[in-house]
């Protein structure tokens, strides 16, 4: 979700387990939908969010096409 909200994120590679590294990465580039599907979803009331001016821009943008009674 850090990456989603446009923070940063370091991730280190287990040697035991290579693959789970790729599936985060994955998840990552679905990130937009998943934000957009939280925004979206009916029982939403609020949104509360803590990052970069430019995504909180993007984010509001995106909630005011969905508001909120």
């Not at 599936?23 to 990052?51: K, M, Q, T």
């Not at 430019?54 to 995106?62: F, L, V, Y």
């Amino acid at each position: 979700m850090p990456l989603a909200c446009d923070s940063t994120v370091a991730l280190e590679a287990s040697e035991q387990c290579p693959r789970t590294h790729s599936l985060i990465i994955e998840a990552f580039a679905e990130a937009p939908e998943i934000v957009s599907a939280l925004i979206d979803h009916p029982e939403g009331r609020r949104i509360n969010f803590a990052g970069s001016t430019h995504m909180s821009w993007i984010i509001a943008k995106r909630a005011a096409e969905q508001p909120k009674p």
